[in-house]
Structure formats: C-alpha cells, structure tokens
C-alpha cells in the first residue's frame, strides 16, 4: 500500500468517526441548539466522505443545502418553540430501550444483509479517462430527454409542492 | 523552467528538488510544498488584511471630511500595526453564562470561512489555489459557513442583543443568497463552467470573449447589491445597528475575538471585490489587451496579479463608498426589496439570458453583445417603470386617505 | 484503497442512529434531525455505489440530489408542521400532539 | 493532483490554524482579572432582565423556509446551466420551465401575504 492509499483510509476513519460520533450526540444531547449544531459537524463528516469518493458537486451541495439551509432552519424553528423546550426533563421517551434494541436489530441486519452480497468488498472503479468535467456530464444526464428530464421537471413540482404546503401550514394568520 | 513565466511553479520545483535531495518521498514532498503554498498565501492575504484596516480608516475620514490616522508614521500607515499590538494585550472576557465551546468557535470559523475563499481566487494565467470545477457554489458555501458562525456566537454569547443581532444578519443574508447564487447562475451560463479560472478564460479567451458586465449588466447589480447585503454592510447592517442592538452579535466579544470579526469582515469584502473582478470585469485580464499582437508581455503573472488586486481593491472602494453614504434601511424594507423585487427580476433575468445566449450566439459578436446588453437594460427599465408606477399608486392612495380628514377638518 | 463494504457499513451505522433517534426522542423537532441522518445515510450508499459501481453514468449523483429535494422538502413541511402545533398547543412533545387521535 | 479537496482540505485546516494561533497570543500576553461584574451580561449598563432566550417571530422562519426551498431549485439550476452551452435550445426552454413552476410558489406566498414584515 502506497502512503496515499494509507492517508485515504486515516482520512475515511477521520470522516466516519465523526459523522458517528456526532451522530451519536444529536440523539442523546439534552439541549436541542446543541443537537442541531452536532447535526451541522455529522453533515460536515459526509460532507468530506463525499469528497473521498470524488463527488465534488455532492460535496458543495452538501454544505450549502444541508449546513446552509436546512441546519438553519432547524435552528430557526428551535428558537421558535423554545418556551417549551424541556431541557431539563428526560428527552428519551419511556420506550427508548426497546429503540435501541430496534435500532441495533437494524445495524445488524443490514450489515448481514450487504456482507452476503456479493459486490460486497469491491474496489473503487476507476474514474474513466477523458471525463474532464463531472459537473457537466451531471447536467447533461439532468437535462437529456433519454435520462433524467422528467425528474428534474417533478423535482420542481415537488419543491413548489412544499413551498405552498409549508407557508399554508406555518402561516395562519387572522 | 522560466522564472518570469511561471513563478509558482518553478518555485514549487525548486522546493521539491530540496526535498527530494533530502530523500524525501514524492507524495510527501509535494504534500509539504503545498502546505508551504498555502501558509505563504495566508500569511500574505493576512498582510493585505492590515492595510485594509488602515485604507478602510483613511477612506472613512475622507468621506466625513477628516484627516483619519496620521500620527504614526506617513500617513499613518504603521497605525493598523499599532491596533494589533493593542487587540493582543487587551484582556479577553467571556461572559460567565455564555457556551464557552461554541463562543470560542464562532470567531474563528467567521475568518476561516473568508480565508477558504482565496483557494479557488484565480491571481494570474499559471497561479491559484485549485481549480475547482465547483468553484461558483463553493463560494456560496463558505458564505453558509459565515453565517453559521453569526448564529453561533449570537446564541453562546447568551445575550438578548447578540441573538436579535444575529437572527437579523442571518436572515438578511439568507434572503440575499437567493438573487446572489442567481446573479452567479449568469456567468457560470455564459462560460459553461463553474470553476473560476474557466469564468476568467472564457471573458478573454471565449467565443465572444468580451467581459461579462458588457454581457449582463444587470446580473452584476444583483450580484453587487447582494453582495453587499451578504457582507451585511450599510445600509444592510441592520445587526449592528449602534442604537438599537450595540453591535450586534459580536456585543460580548472583546480583544483578539472581536478582531476576528472586524478584520473578517473587511478581509470579506475586499474579497467580494475580488469576485466582482473576476465574474464580470475579467479578472486579472488586463483589459484584453494581451491578446493583441505585440503586447503579449502583459499576460506576466506579475502584472496579472496587480491587475486583480486593483480590481479588488476597486470593488472594496465601490463597497465602501456606499457604505459611508447610504443610511441603513428598515428590515421590512430591506425584506420587501429583495423578495418582492430582486428574487423575481433575478429568476426573469435568468430566463432571459438562458433564451437568447441560445438564439443570438450564431450572429457574430457585435449582434451577441449587443442584443445581450440591450436586453438586460430593457428588462431594467421596465423594472423600473413597474416601480415607478406603483410607488405612484401608493402614494395617490396615501394622500386621498390624507385628503379626506383634511377637508372634513376644514369645512 | 477503501473497499466498498466501509462505506456500506458506514452507512447502516448512521441510518441505525438515526433510527434510534426517530424512535426514542421525545421533541418532535429531534424526531426530524434523525430522519435527515437517515437520508443522509442512504445517501451515502448512492454515491458509494455510484462510485465503485459505474461512475461514468451520472444515475447515482442525479438520485443523490433528487434526494436533497426531498430532504428539503421533508424538512419544510415538518418543521411547519412543529411549529403550527406549537402555535395551538404549547407543546413540541411528539406524545402530547394527539389532536387526531380518536 | 487527482483530488482538488485535498488542496481544499489543507487550505481549510491551516486557514484554521492561523486565527487560533492569533487569538492563542492574545489570551497568553493579555492580563487575566477575571470578576463577576466584567463576566455579567452586556445589556448598556442595566442589569439583566429575564431569560436571554427571547420569543422570536416566526416571520423569519418563513423567510428561512422560501430560501431553502430556492436553494435548493439553485442546486437543480447549476448544473442545468453548465450543460445548456453544449445542448439545443430546448435545454434552455426545460430550465425556463422549471424556473417558471417555481416562480408560482413565489407568488402563492406573496399573495397569501406571508412576506409582509408585520
């Protein structure tokens, strides 16, 4: 293995580490501000992960919808509803053992799920030679007829969708 | 490997020469090279962020008719120094009920957020950071990371003026992310790429290759008045607001803290001038002469980053001229403005452009830059008209609601 | 070399988190912070499978950012949702929120 | 260089690195007497009334919420944008369209009156 190689594999330790270990402070921080702000640090830990796995348009994406919008919208909605925060009381509702268990039940499947598959252990594909602009090819296939056209259209539609519905619902005035 | 030409590369070679003499691995040794880079670029745009200081004292004098500082040195110029020595001996006191991590962060991710944007700043033809294919959004991105440390240090400041202070910046400045992220749709169109340095080439070198302020007028007002608002400068600057919130969200910071904001925020808009250069005035092109014949000598690095240097610092003085100018605006009227009118005109101005970029490009140059400019001014004045008419309307209906007590009191 | 199989992992680690999250909190608020760790999981397993699977087709990343409009939208909605309730009820409780309940 | 986010990366961290290091000085040759009246709250000389934590309007959640949903249709664009100089016109017209849908939830909100600053 070459010192790039190793680096890659510190670098990915690095990144999971904290996405999971942030992750692990969002659902067990007993302040809420402080859980969104850890939520910010395990979207910056995907955010790098991302950027191991070359997609540098996900990367950018990634901060500036998840860490620039929807983080502060979650901050915003926090500062909100802060009369009734209850930090002091419990968070975890009364049935959070059985949760866990769920939650580890899951882990477990899935990782035995994946690992009988067959593809489970590849190696990275490598990048093919001549694609000097990812992002363009990414807007190509998002505009092209053949591929990805109508998602595009819908995805609007699905935006406008929430945009209508969520001023709708937030916005009772009189 | 000439060193006029290219001299970040031949430096560059020359470092891992040495260190590949030391018996110093390839991927090592580069790694160390760009380390060294970088460092040296911070520690240079660190310097230029002292002179801001004083340029920024100086000019503010100018505007109120004084003399600004003066005593230390010509022109005052070692006074910035002077202001250091004074931050970093003054005691730091953190309030007793704040967040002690979070407040301590916010500073520091406010400067790292400005810093990170000289890595894709291109300063000559052969010399920037990295030419990322992303770069355009990679700028919205760090202004995401900046206005994350405004709400971070308003709340762990725990302090009723710092958290009004910075719900107000933040939602200024996420309201004006939406016509600045669609102003820099326009040239990312025009050049098909979102990378900088491809932005920068295509003004030159292009198919029309002609700036892109002469392209789309109107995109760069959007981009300089959201801009503006993003660096959250006057009339934006409803977060300090003296009278009513002291300063805003950085109320509780003091020393070397506080002059983490203070020169973030000079540091952000000098560097905002920097993109106005390179997103609509060229960049570091020196008016597109060096592609003439016989002037080819002025493509130099050299020159190249004087050139966007005294773009940025054009900008900066723009940003500033109408900073000490314009009184600060209501947030309702700052609000209204960039919803009812900039969001809508920006999405119109996109479509625009994204219709007749297609129809007009196979008419020569002349027609292409012609047609762009006439259209943009076009859909300008209509704006305009369409304001105009109802800011008349509002105005009727206030004096006919004035006119009636008025007469029913005189009879 | 990262083999595919950490990434997968990874990513069930963070949707199990996640999970646990949506179940156990109480604040509804917190109930949507793990449903964003759960998309962020799958997303996770689009891009790794994009990447070790066929990266010259854009299918995996064209998934991944139709699965941030969803996320946004996702968010948009239940926030809104949290924050209507709050406005009626003084409440962010998920248990306590039980207008519809017969 | 195949990964340009290790540039960014290293940039990151000593762009990190370099205001730490500033603010590291300071606290070590600024003087340290801390006491209880400096560490109160700063509230122009009054003495602090109440919980820092103040009610907020949800007016600017409204706002947050129509600058994610365009933030999003922003990341839809780009890439929309850099593709449209190499494809025929009708490229140009599916973003116009997609702009276009968008644009009607702008104007829903507007006339519903959610961006009034009441």
Same mark, same amino acid.
């Given at each position: 293995m070459t010192a790039e190689q190793i680096i890659q594999q510190i670098l990915f330790f690095i990144s999971a580490a904290l996405t999971l270990g942030s992750a692990v402070m969002v659902v067990a921080t007993r302040?809420?501000?402080? &859980?969104?702000?850890?939520?910010?640090?395990?979207?910056?830990?995907?955010?790098?992960?991302? &950027?191991?796995?070359?997609?540098?348009?996900?990367?950018v994406v990634q901060v500036v919808v998840y860490i620039g919008?929807?983080?502060?919208?979650?901050?915003? &909605?926090?500062?909100?509803?802060? *009369?009734?925060? *209850?930090?002091?009381?419990?968070?975890?509702?009364?049935?959070?053992?059985?949760?866990?268990?769920?939650g580890l039940a899951t882990f477990g499947g899935l990782t035995f799920l994946v690992s009988s598959w067959t593809g489970f252990g590849a190696a990275a594909a490598p990048i093919p030679a001549g694609t000097v602009d990812m992002v363009a090819d990414l807007g190509t296939a998002l505009v092209s007829v053949d591929q990805y056209v109508l998602p595009f259209e819908v995805a609007s539609v699905l935006l406008l969708a929430a945009l209508i519905g969520a001023i709708y619902v937030a916005y009772n005035r009189k | 490997m000439n060193f006029w030409n290219d001299p970040?590369?031949?430096?560059?070679?020359?470092?891992?020469?040495?260190?590949?003499?030391?018996?110093?691995?390839?991927?090592w040794s580069n790694l160390l090279v760009f380390a060294i880079g970088i460092f040296v670029l911070i520690a240079a745009i660190m310097v230029v962020d002292i002179f801001l200081v004083w340029i920024e004292r100086k000019v503010v004098a100018r505007f109120q008719d004084r003399l600004g500082p003066n005593r230390l040195g010509p022109y005052g110029l070692i006074q910035p120094f002077a202001d250091i020595i004074k931050l970093l001996i003054k005691e730091d006191i953190t309030p007793r009920t704040a967040d002690k991590v979070v407040y301590n962060l916010a500073p520091i991710l406010s400067m790292s957020s400005v810093l990170i944007l000289w890595a894709i700043i291109p300063l000559a033809p052969l010399a920037w950071g990295v030419d990322l294919n992303v770069g355009v959004l990679y700028l919205v991105a760090a202004g995401a990371i900046g206005a994350l440390s405004i709400?971070?240090?308003?709340?762990?400041?725990?302090?009723?003026?710092?958290?009004?202070?910075?719900?107000?910046?933040?939602?200024?400045? @996420?309201?004006?992310?939406?016509?600045?992220?669609?102003?820099?749709?326009?040239?990312?169109?025009?050049?098909?790429?979102?990378?900088?340095q491809g932005i920068v080439e295509a003004?030159?070198?292009g198919e029309p290759g002609v700036w892109f302020i002469l392209v789309a007028p109107l995109a760069a007002l959007i981009f300089a008045i959201s801009s503006i608002a993003e660096l959250g400068r006057s009339p934006f600057d409803l977060n300090e607001a003296e009278s009513e919130l002291v300063s805003g969200y950085h109320i509780e910071y003091s020393g070397m803290k506080f002059g983490m904001f203070y020169a973030g925020e000079l540091l952000?808009?000098?560097?905002?001038?920097?993109?106005?250069? @390179?997103?609509?005035?060229?960049?570091?092109?020196?008016?597109?002469?060096?592609?003439?014949?016989?002037?080819?000598?002025?493509?130099?690095?050299?020159?190249?980053?004087?050139?966007?240097?005294?773009?940025?610092?054009?900008?900066?003085? @723009?940003?500033?001229?109408?900073?000490?100018?314009?009184?600060?605006?209501?947030?309702?009227?700052?609000?209204?403005?960039?919803?009812?009118?900039?969001?809508?005109?920006?999405?119109t101005l996109i479509m625009l452009v994204a219709v007749l970029n297609k129809l007009l490009l196979g008419y020569g140059t002349l027609v292409y830059v012609a047609g762009m400019f006439l259209a943009n001014v076009l859909l300008a004045i209509v704006t305009i008209m369409i304001l105009g008419a109802y800011a008349r309307r509002q105005r009727l209906a206030e004096e006919a609601a004035l006119q009636i007590p008025a007469r029913a009191a005189g009879d | 070399m990262i083999p595919l199989s950490w990434y997968l992992i990874l990513s069930a680690a963070l949707f199990s988190i996640g999970l646990f999250g949506v179940l156990a909190r109480r604040n509804a608020i917190a109930i949507l912070m793990g449903i964003e760790l759960m998309l962020n999981a799958v997303n996770i397993?689009?891009?790794?499978?994009?990447?070790?699977?066929s990266p010259a087709e854009m299918s995996g990343q064209v998934f991944a950012i139709i699965v941030f409009a969803v996320a946004a939208a996702e968010v948009a909605v239940g926030l809104a949702l949290v924050i209507s309730v709050y406005r009626r009820r003084k409440t962010v409780v998920a248990n306590e929120i039980d207008m519809m309940k017969w | 260089m195949p990964n340009p986010w290790v540039f960014i990366g290293l940039f990151i961290i000593i762009a990190a690195i370099i205001p730490i290091g500033a603010i590291v000085v300071a606290l070590i040759l600024g003087p340290k007497k801390p006491n209880p009246i400096k560490q109160s709250t700063y509230e122009c000389g009054l003495e602090t009334v109440g919980d820092s934590l103040v009610q907020f309007k949800?007016?600017?959640?409204?706002?947050?919420?129509?600058?994610?949903?365009?933030?999003?249709?922003?990341?839809?664009?780009?890439?929309?944008?850099?593709?449209?100089?190499?494809?025929?016109?009708?490229?140009?017209?599916?973003?116009?369209?997609?702009?276009?849908?968008?644009?009607?939830?702008?104007?829903?909100?507007?006339?519903?009156g959610a961006l009034e600053w009441v």
């Open positions: 302040k809420l501000i402080q &859980a969104a702000l850890w939520l910010i640090v395990s979207l910056f830990g995907v955010a790098v992960l991302y &950027a191991l796995l070359d997609a540098s348009f996900l990367v919008a929807i983080a502060i919208l979650f901050i915003f &909605a926090v500062m909100l509803t802060q *009369r009734d925060q *209850r930090d002091k009381g419990p968070q975890l509702n009364k049935s959070w053992v059985l949760a866990a268990l769920v | 970040v590369a031949f430096i560059a070679d020359w470092l891992s020469g040495i260190f590949a003499g030391w018996g110093m691995p390839e991927f709400i971070m240090a308003g709340w762990a400041s725990d302090n009723k003026y710092a958290l009004l202070g910075a719900f107000r910046q933040v939602a200024t400045m @996420i309201s004006y992310e939406i016509p600045m992220v669609a102003a820099l749709l326009i040239p990312v169109m025009l050049a098909g790429t979102m990378s900088m003004q030159t070198f952000h808009a000098f560097t905002f001038g920097g993109f106005w250069g @390179i997103l609509f005035f060229g960049g570091y092109s020196v008016f597109g002469l060096e592609t003439l014949p016989g002037l080819q000598w002025l493509s130099s690095p050299f020159i190249a980053v004087f050139m966007i240097l005294v773009k940025a610092l054009v900008g900066y003085w @723009i940003i500033m001229w109408v900073k000490y100018t314009v009184p600060r605006i209501r947030i309702d009227h700052m609000l209204a403005f960039n919803w009812k009118i900039l969001v809508p005109l920006s999405f | 397993n689009l891009v790794s499978f994009w990447r070790y699977g | 949800a007016q600017y959640y409204v706002f947050a919420l129509a600058f994610l949903i365009f933030d999003v249709e922003a990341v839809f664009l780009f890439p929309w944008a850099i593709a449209m100089n190499k494809m025929p016109l009708y490229v140009a017209l599916e973003g116009v369209i997609f702009i276009v849908i968008l644009v009607a939830g702008l104007v829903y909100t507007w006339r519903k």
